[in-house]
């Protein structure tokens, strides 16, 4: 069984945004700035698609696994 990704043309997009991610949470203290900034950087993704990359992003950083 193969799973197709919804987002399949996206996907190298995606994951550039999500290191761009990683950059605007550490240099911002809320979301919403930190959302701008990746908009900004990559205007195809939707504003649910960076939510979804700064929230998998935050919880990486509660853990302790990224950010300083």
Known sequence: ???QPIYK???PELAKAA???VRAHMDNETM???LD???EQ???LTREQLTCLWMGVN???REGLIGA
């Open 37 to 39: 900034d990746v908009a």
């Open 1 to 3: 069984m193969s799973i």
């Open 32 to 34: 919403v700035p930190a």
């Open 19 to 21: 290191c761009a991610m």
């Open 59 to 61: 919880a990486k950083a």
């Open 42 to 44: 990559y205007p195809n």
């Open 9 to 11: 043309d996206l996907w």
